[in-house]
């Protein structure tokens, strides 16, 4: 969001903003300043701190009257903002915000009984300057004295203030007997400043206890803040004193190196650094490849960039164009020439867009004065963290909070040969020869994914699959998706398992010789391949990071951390988010989202926190399967069979027909809850161009999609996704769902 704020500018004068809104008293003013430990609030004034500089001006007339002020910055142009509490509208605030020339004047700023001189100087503090003013209305609305103000701030702009800025303990009802309404002093002890605001008792109270809710997802009091940081209630600050960590946080200014560091250069903790940074925090970011065991490694954007999404979506589109190639002769191209793949020329074009992307990255985070080292991220001890460089140099740095978005690396099977013969998704997309015969290990989406654009073109590939295939997702769409795979060439072992891997010759690539045995049984097998891909799911990048060492708490056996739904960890300063939270999908778009969410929230006061719910997905493998929602198996473990109604159908896209391609093979459904007006709960769809299908239908979902809404919708003729328009087959009938025609 941007500045609330408009300008006007006539020639040959300085600059008056407009303000276009108010503020409640729980989204108010300029954040603490740097030198600044203690704020107060008292009617009349502003967060002390030293001034370096004076601005002053005077109110003149009453609720609309004009304001005037000047500031006595030298040399060149001084901008902010400034806010200050509307003395005639209790628990209101004004926004003022003002640009001008050294020694310039401002005129006709806006009125709303705030004073002027204030004003002045809040504009002055909120730019990278200092500054001070006072002032009085002489003329003050009907009813009120004439009253004083002053505003004394220093540099650092930043964000709204929050009411974690300062130390601070909510009271409530059973409290000791309250103070008087608003913030008031607590006893000092040694360097400890306290401040205690009684909910209760404060005009404003019911808006404090709301928002503390929503940003502490704590109901219960006190809830305790301790510079900046939420420590919760009792229980929790003795714990923390405990640990060591509450005396870490009570020393008196801590001299951080940053705000912000995130530990993890992919996309979920680009997103969170770039976004503090634009809410004007210093922020450091520290992201370190470790290389595979066949030595590959890559550059800044995480893996969807470099090792992901992205080189998977340009060898699965590689593969669909020598589809294309084939079905093009039914549609008149002609052409003599033998068509064949060469793979060093894509991964060639693949690695230089990359590439692209990998200094895009790090241009933007030069722009917006984010700082990124390439170096390994290990926490030492609170707040402060170890960084060891690709030569093995250390430089230890410090932070007010930290992020951790390491993400997850390919999984090993822990067998002979496994890490000195075999490849991972980590090496294929930089592979600098053709794979040629290839055992693809695995049944999760990865393993498909690359399993189907190898064959696409034009190697021999084998699957082998332990138990089921895409778990997790809808076991019929995943059936469907192997039956269609196994009518294109690839070929599956079920139930077998590798148990030992060995070098037959040496090559590019050389010969493999596999032994696997049966899940099912003492059977076992052999097979000789040139490559073989393992795919077997992915670990988090936690266990080497020293979070023990801080006390973060994470799943042993996965890796994963456990957080609140507002991405922290179970140590208050400590946030994560991307493939490294349990329970949350692994998605790309799910990490941005989190990332930039939760920066505004630290930073930026805002309150909206990342949805995990109808989060859509599309496994792009040779026939595209995309969901959103349920899948019939837990859509029936969470609301009983009875209640859902199925309704599907079989569909033959135009494009196959003149093709001849394969009738009768794509598939749509959707699960609907039959208690909730028929509310659409799962949405599935297998056929070409998926993820274009069920992106524009998640955000119907988003909005309660119903059954009669998407009858009552009018398709698009012809194409695959007006096929849900029209559904009127259900699983319970059991109709045939066969097409005859388009």
Request: glycine share 12%; net charge positive; charged share 20%.
């Amino acid at each position: 969001m941007g500045h609330p704020w408009e300008t006007k500018r006539s020639p040959g004068s300085p600059t008056v903003c407009t303000p276009l809104w108010d503020n409640n008293t729980m989204q108010l003013s300029t954040r603490p300043f740097a030198k600044s430990r203690r704020v107060r609030w008292a009617s009349g004034h502003w967060p002390r701190s030293h001034a370096l500089g004076v601005g002053r001006s005077q109110g003149r007339g009453g609720a609309n009257g004009g304001i005037r002020g000047r500031g006595g910055m030298d040399p060149g142009r001084i901008q902010g903002r400034g806010e200050l509490r509307n003395p005639s509208r209790r628990g209101s605030l004004s926004v003022v915000a003002c640009q001008a020339e050294s020694d310039g004047e401002l005129n006709r700023g806006p009125g709303t009984a705030i004073s002027a001189a204030a004003a002045a100087a809040a504009a002055l503090a909120g730019a990278d300057v200092a500054g001070a003013g006072e002032g009085r209305h002489s003329q003050p609305p009907a009813g009120q004295c004439p009253w004083r103000v002053r505003a004394v701030a220093t540099r650092t702009p930043g964000p709204p203030l929050r009411p974690w800025d300062q130390p601070l303990v909510l009271r409530g009802p059973r409290g000791a007997a309250a103070p008087p309404a608003g913030p008031h002093r607590g006893p000092s002890s040694g360097h400890l400043q306290q401040e205690l605001l009684s909910a209760q008792h404060a005009d404003n109270g019911a808006s404090v206890q709301e928002v503390l809710s929503e940003l502490t997802n704590q109901r219960t009091v006190p809830n305790i803040f301790v510079n900046k940081v939420h420590m919760g209630g009792c229980d929790q600050t003795f714990q923390a004193h405990q640990s060591g960590l509450l005396q870490k946080l009570l020393q008196d200014d801590p001299a951080y190196d940053y705000d912000l560091i995130v530990i993890g250069g992919g996309s979920g903790g680009l997103a969170c650094a770039q976004e503090a940074a634009i809410l004007g925090r210093k922020v450091l970011v520290l992201d370190f490849v470790v290389p595979s065991p066949q030595g590959t490694s890559w550059g800044l954007g995480g893996t969807c960039v470099n090792v992901g999404c992205i080189p998977k979506k340009l060898m699965h589109q590689a593969a669909l164009l020598g589809q294309a190639l084939t079905d093009s002769r039914k549609f008149g191209w002609e052409y003599s020439q033998q068509v064949k793949h060469n793979w060093g020329t894509m991964t060639e074009a693949v690695q230089n867009h990359i590439g692209s992307l990998n200094w895009g990255y790090r241009l933007s985070l030069r722009e917006k004065a984010v700082a990124y080292i390439n170096s390994y991220g290990e926490f030492v001890e609170h707040h402060k963290i170890k960084a060891t460089n690709g030569k093995g140099q250390e430089t230890c740095y410090t932070a007010a909070k930290f992020v951790i978005a390491t993400g997850e690396r390919p999984r090993y099977l822990g067998i002979q040969g496994d890490k000195e013969y075999c490849i991972t998704s980590d090496d294929l997309f930089s592979l600098p020869y053709c794979p040629g015969t290839t055992l693809v290990v695995g049944a999760s989406y990865v393993a498909l994914e690359c399993a189907g654009f190898l064959a696409g073109l034009g190697l021999d590939v084998t699957v082998m699959v332990r138990s089921v295939l895409l778990r997790g997702f809808d076991q019929e769409m995943a059936e469907r998706v192997g039956s269609y795979m196994e009518q294109h060439g690839v070929r599956f072992l079920r139930k077998f398992v590798p148990v030992e891997v060995q070098q037959l010759e040496k090559g590019s690539p050389g010969k493999l010789k596999v032994m696997a045995k049966s899940t099912e049984g003492p059977e076992t097998i052999e097979g000789v391949y040139n490559t073989v891909l393992l795919a077997i799911g992915r670990d988090s990048c936690t266990k080497k990071m020293g979070l023990e060492k801080i006390g973060v708490k994470i799943n042993e056996k996965s890796g994963k951390i456990p957080v609140n739904d507002v991405e922290q960890t179970n140590v208050p300063y400590v946030y994560a988010v991307g493939d490294v939270l349990e329970g949350k999908p692994e998605l790309t778009p799910i990490a941005v989202q989190a990332g930039k969410l939760l920066a505004r929230r630290l930073f930026g006061g805002r309150l909206e926190k990342c949805d995990y719910v109808n989060v859509p997905t599309v496994v792009f493998t040779p026939l595209e399967y995309g969901c959103c929602g349920y899948s019939e198996e837990r859509a029936i473990e969470v609301y009983q069979k009875e209640n859902l109604e199925v309704y599907h159908t079989l569909f033959w896209p135009l494009e196959w027909t003149v093709a001849c391609r394969d009738n009768n093979t794509c598939y749509a459904k959707i699960i609907c809850n039959k208690l909730d007006n028929d509310r659409v709960i799962g949405f599935h769809v297998l056929g070409p161009n998926a993820g274009e299908i069920i992106q524009g239908f998640a955000a119907a979902m988003k909005c309660g999609l119903t059954k009669q809404l998407l009858d009552d919708t009018i398709g698009i003729h012809p194409t695959c996704a007006e096929v849900f328009t029209t559904l009127q087959i259900t699983k319970a009938s059991g109709l045939d769902v066969t097409q005859k025609g388009c």
